[in-house]
């Protein structure tokens, strides 16, 4: 029962232009949301974050938006780089929880020249 | 000046011996986590540890167990390990639990023969 769903194994993007990578949950008690970045080999390194009170952050290039009723997030890259090029992990957490986070299974982004 | 390092980086293994990975982080993090990403890329929490308390998820088979010898460091014993155990294994860390973010380290690829 997958309670982080990325339905998106892969996107491929032009350089220059946006990246939208979308995130969907079931679980109601989320309210602590992150993206990570990850490279071939190695750990997922932290992104961006949005906390259930808002519905948007913003951070550089990127931007992550939430909307609670559809229990739906994404997040926008703009505009994409090279190196943006790896998988993209949503996850998610309760508060107070110590049960850790809730992966979904990534989206490969590929970005091309 | 790594913030959270794990070794070996790769650990190939015959069934049944047992084995440890260490995990040591810099960050100054009270809270510290075991991940496996197993082949079907599916990140999951196995363990998450505190000064006070241990959370283990109840899929982990007790072969698995977590020791943390002071707060900058947890480390996984497996016992008897099983073809199935072959997976990338993550550490993390936070300050606190819930609604916060975690850091990861380079993961421990395991291969069991």
């Known amino acids: 029962d997958q309670q982080v769903k990325q339905n998106s194994p892969s996107l491929s993007v032009q350089e220059g232009r946006i990246s939208i990578l979308n995130c969907d949950y079931t679980n109601s008690m989320f309210d602590y949301f992150l993206w990570y970045k990850k490279y071939p080999a190695e750990g997922p390194t932290f992104l961006i974050s949005?906390?259930?009170?808002?519905d948007k952050n913003e951070d550089g290039r990127f931007t992550v938006f939430l909307n609670k009723s559809a229990k739906h997030l994404s997040l926008h890259i703009v505009p994409s780089q090279p190196g943006d090029s790896a998988v993209y992990f949503c996850?998610?957490?309760?508060?107070?929880?110590?049960?850790?986070?809730?992966f979904g299974k990534g989206t490969h982004l590929i970005i091309q020249p | 000046d790594t913030a959270v390092s794990q070794t070996p980086k790769y650990l190939v293994t015959q069934m049944g011996n047992d084995k440890s990975i260490k995990c040591e982080q810099n960050l100054g993090h009270d809270t510290m986590y075991w991940y496996k990403q197993d082949s079907k890329k599916f990140l999951k929490i196995m363990f998450s540890?505190?000064?006070?308390?241990?959370?283990i998820n109840e899929t982990v088979p007790n072969r698995f167990s977590p020791k943390s010898p002071d707060k900058a460091h947890l480390n996984l014993h497996i016992n008897s390990l099983e073809l199935g155990d072959s997976a990338v294994y993550f550490c993390?860390?936070?300050f606190g639990q819930g609604t916060v973010t975690q850091y990861f380290g380079p993961g421990t690829r395991l291969l069991v023969l």
């Open positions: 996850a998610a957490s309760v508060a107070g929880g110590a049960d850790g986070l809730t």
């Open positions: 993390a860390s936070s």
């Open positions: 540890y505190n000064n006070k308390e241990l959370i």
């Open positions: 949005i906390s259930s009170i808002k």
